[in-house]
């Protein structure tokens, strides 16, 4: 069985900081690895992915996440972090043999001016 | 595309009543999902569907749970008779082909909030 992992129930970080949101993940053969967001009272929007290729994936408003095969883990990343970015973050895993995604718990972040 | 349309925003009802939530995926869009999310366990996919069809409701959680798709417009979730511990966001949730091969976005409507008195 496929599962994700977010440590951290909250991230708080001050407007400007870089900031990280962990992810761990376990799945069976190669992962497809997924970060959602969600604003208040809106639904998960896709933020990036990694399905293959280069480990660090560029996504939506700055975003990064960095694919690490022996730590089995997708970090989300951003280098400066905005106000506006405070939301919950979602990680979430599939197989390549399956087309259900499994969702971590998420993580709030909030950044503080 | 307005995206994922989902309906009610909000639903209050009392224990034991009938609750028919609903859900208009995107036009062209041939997978649709059904998540709950609370506080206690986060998002659970309840079941899916791939062109109208129903592929996996291992997901809902008891019989009082029904889902339909009568046609690639229009999907209900059912919960009859509904309880207190029903009470989360149900979200609706669409994608062509399955994530992660094509398009591996999944999207999600804003969700009906129901309480269960």
């Known amino acids: 069985a496929q599962s994700v992992a977010q440590p951290e129930d909250q991230v708080n970080v001050a407007e400007g900081n870089p900031l990280t949101v962990k992810c761990t993940y376990s799945v069976s053969g190669n992962p497809y690895l997924f970060w959602y967001v969600q604003y208040p009272n809106r639904g998960l929007q896709f933020l990036l992915k990694y399905i293959t290729g280069d480990n660090l994936v560029k996504g939506s408003y700055g975003f990064e996440a960095e694919f690490n095969k022996s730590q089995t883990s997708f970090h989300l990343k951003k280098p400066s972090a905005l106000v506006s970015d405070s939301a919950l973050y979602f990680c979430a895993v599939r197989d390549n043999a399956g087309n259900m995604l499994t969702f971590g718990g998420g993580t709030r972040l909030m950044v503080k001016p | 595309d307005a995206g994922v349309i989902q309906s009610p925003r909000h639903e209050v009802t009392e224990m034991g009543q009938e609750v028919t939530l609903r859900c208009k995926p995107i036009s062209g869009h041939d997978y649709l999902f059904w998540y709950r999310q609370t506080m206690m366990r986060g998002l659970e996919l309840l079941i899916y569907?791939?062109?109208?069809?129903?592929?996996?409701d291992s997901g809902m959680p008891e019989d009082r749970f029904s889902a339909k798709m009568p046609n690639a417009s229009f999907s209900t979730l059912k919960i009859q008779p509904s309880e207190p511990r029903d009470s989360a966001v149900y979200f609706c949730a669409s994608s062509f082909g399955p994530p992660g091969e094509g398009s591996e976005k999944l999207f999600f409507g804003s969700g009906t909030q129901l309480s269960v008195l």
């Open positions: 569907f791939n062109n109208n069809v129903p592929i996996d």
